[in-house]
């Protein structure tokens, strides 16, 4: 039985001595290697805390002094060693999330997995115990340095020095990444202290000298190591930025020396305030393929051979985010003024062939959505057009830039957002699912879904040309289907794609949903039931030839991936009411609810969003067994017609 295997729980690891913790942390390396290569999932940043992760459990009592993390991608060591060591289903439907989730378990506190957050979380939580009388547990933040240039945590800074009768503890993890090499003043201040010649000199010769003194001497350069590097941080002025903040600042410690760790964590622990720990780390740890990725050290893999970290399996073909990355190279060849903007993400949005070709016209603000929002707009005011490109999750976090800084004043700001829709293995946080129902209300604002590859390109290139308003380009995760041709673009650039007998439904699809609708529209025709289907590619503001099209039907379909309640469909309904149409709006789209994490096709069966359950429940609608008859038209027989049964729902409705 290895080490690994006799933790269940954080108290385990008080029985080990610092010789056997080593060898855990060897053993946890090895597990993750082996289970995230077999599933896929954030394998560089949790093979960079490993030693961390068993000092804080080792110094802390979880769930008693909460462990907060941010963001959770890097807790993967902390699910192991609290517990759940079956990895088997990672990510997938029934298996274990991604990020911390609280209901697997009592020691997950905080589901964090957008970042920056923490520090407000650990401040909120320490006031709590302080005032309800649990002053002696403690709260522990484990900030990722990318997660420093997000501005929420100054906030939180600021605010928790204004009261230092708190024992919240603040361990930075410093490995120089966020997904890519952490960028910024606040990155040049860290990494100075990383390499900082002092510091590293006068690490490496006392662990020399102590080392010739045998056991005895690298034992007590263990005990007075965590203890000295105030010392060697004033020595070195790397406190300056904190103390100016009012806090007490241990470090930089060697995040992957356990005793070192653990030392230093005793002190905070014991310090009565709020302390910030600065532990350096390496992502990617141990594990070669990482450290030889250049790009982000694996930071998220799929599934890959352990043995030379090389990808499994066939390629799906070509990705959503690769058909925008070349587009925008050839638009900014054509338009010097459009520049970039990401916000610490420039090779999972599809920025980098453009930043490797126009390396002056990219900004990486670094993990702080607001900022890049609110300086687009001030790009835009000085004559640029600027592409900011973003997980469709993350623009949640900078609607209020959105609405007041780019839409207020009218700047032609394009949004490109990656990953609408469902995202499938990373759960509810990432899910794009609300962008749709939150961009739709901004006054001036055009949104676009194309349906496929050529029409991202065609869509793109006419949201850059925008120049007064916020214009949106949305797509979701994987690949590229096949191009869907239509039988006619209308003259507000409305796609039909598909026509059939009578004009009994009309189903607007929304992007992707194309395909979905196309089915659909047959599996009706060979009900009897007459199908037009369209694409309106500019989704907002709704075309004129939608309301056109719904005054001729009896009942309008839409499809959306986004959440239906204030979606999309909703605004076709309003536009059709001011427009006097009547005509019955069925809006089809994802639940107002959290998704758990599970493949995009589950999630979408869920929703009753596959094309044999939406047809079947139009069927239903149209023979009468979901809605009261109410004067259904007859043919000479007195036999009710198919128009006149779809009638019947547009009357009650």
């Given at each position: ?15 080990l001595?610092h ?63 609290t ?98 090499p ?6 040049r ?72 760790l ?22 990617g ?9 250049q ?28 058909v ?57 005011y ?46 509810p ?5 609300w ?77 992707t ?79 107002d ?61």
């Amino acid at each position: 039985m290895t080490l690994l295997d006799r933790i269940r729980g954080p108290r385990d690891l008080d029985a080990l001595s610092h010789d056997e913790l080593a060898t855990l942390a060897e053993e946890v390396r090895a597990f993750l290697i082996e289970n995230v290569a077999r599933t896929g999932g954030h394998l560089g940043p949790n093979l960079g805390v490993v030693e961390l992760t068993i000092a804080l459990h080792r110094v802390f009592d979880s769930p008693s002094d909460p462990i907060i993390w941010d963001t959770g991608h890097q807790s993967y060591v902390h699910k192991l060693l609290t517990g759940r060591q079956d990895f088997s289903g990672l990510r997938s439907r029934g298996g274990l999330a991604g990020y911390p989730q609280r209901s697997e378990s009592e020691h997950d506190v905080v589901e964090s997995s957008h970042a920056s957050s923490s520090l407000s979380w650990a401040d909120g939580i320490s006031r709590a115990f302080q005032r309800t009388g649990r002053s002696d547990r403690h709260v522990v933040a484990v900030v990722g340095d990318g997660a420093l240039t997000g501005g929420m945590t100054w906030e939180a800074l600021n605010n928790i020095t204004d009261d230092n009768e708190r024992n919240l503890v603040i361990v930075v993890n410093d490995n120089g990444r966020s997904y890519a090499p952490t960028i910024g003043g606040m990155a040049r201040y860290l990494n100075r202290v990383r390499t900082g010649e002092v510091y590293r000199d006068l690490g490496e010769k006392s662990g020399r000298l102590a080392g010739k003194f045998g056991a005895a001497g690298r034992a007590l350069y263990r005990g007075v190591r965590g203890g000295t590097h105030g010392f060697l941080s004033r020595l070195t002025n790397n406190s300056q930025l904190y103390s100016q903040l009012d806090i007490k600042y241990l470090g930089p410690v060697d995040g992957h020396d356990l005793p070192a760790l653990i030392e230093t964590l005793e002190l905070a622990k014991a310090f009565g305030a709020p302390v910030i720990v600065h532990a350096i780390t390496e992502k990617g740890r141990g594990y070669q393929p990482a450290l030889d990725d250049q790009a982000d050290q694996f930071h998220a893999v799929g599934r890959i051979d352990p043995a030379t970290g090389d990808p499994i399996g066939a390629s799906a073909g070509r990705g959503w985010t690769e058909v925008f990355a070349e587009e925008l190279v050839q638009v900014g060849e054509e338009r010097p003024e459009v520049i970039a903007i990401t916000a610490a993400m420039l090779r999972p949005t599809g920025l980098a062939p453009f930043a490797e070709r126009f390396p002056d016209r990219v900004y990486d603000v670094g993990i702080a959505e607001q900022h890049a929002v609110a300086s687009a707009a001030g790009l835009a005011y000085g004559g640029l057009h600027p592409v900011v490109a973003l997980y469709s999750t993350f623009v949640n976090r900078a609607f209020d830039q959105v609405l007041m800084d780019v839409a207020l004043h009218r700047a032609g700001v394009t949004f490109v957002l990656d990953r609408a829709g469902v995202t499938g293995p990373d759960g509810p946080s990432h899910h794009g699912m609300w962008d749709l129902a939150l961009l739709h209300i901004v006054p001036h604002i055009r949104l676009a879904a194309p349906r496929d590859g050529e029409r991202l390109r065609e869509e793109l290139r006419e949201a850059v040309a925008v120049d007064d308003a916020p214009t949106v380009v949305r797509f979701p995760k994987g690949a590229v289907g096949e191009e869907i041709p239509a039988l006619e673009r209308l003259a507000d650039g409305v796609d039909v794609l598909a026509r059939g007998g009578e004009e009994d439904v009309l189903i607007v699809a929304i992007g992707t949903f194309a395909e979905t609708a196309l089915d659909v529209a047959r599996r009706l025709r060979a009900q009897g039931i007459g199908a037009t289907v369209v694409d309106p590619r500019w989704v907002v503001p709704v075309p004129a030839s939608i309301v056109e099209l719904a005054s001729r039907h009896r009942l309008v379909i839409t499809l959306e991936d986004g959440i239906r309640v204030g979606g999309i469909g909703t605004r076709v309904r309003q536009v059709l009411r001011e427009a006097g149409v009547d005509t019955a709006v069925d809006e089809l789209g994802l639940p107002d609810a959290f998704i758990d994490h599970a493949s995009r096709d589950q999630v979408l069966a869920d929703a009753g969003l596959t094309p044999a359950k939406i047809a079947q429940d139009v069927v239903a609608q149209v023979l009468g067994t979901r809605v009261p008859v109410a004067r259904p038209e007859k043919d000479g027989r007195g036999v009710p017609t198919v128009t006149g049964q779809i009638g019947r729902i547009a009357n009650s409705s």
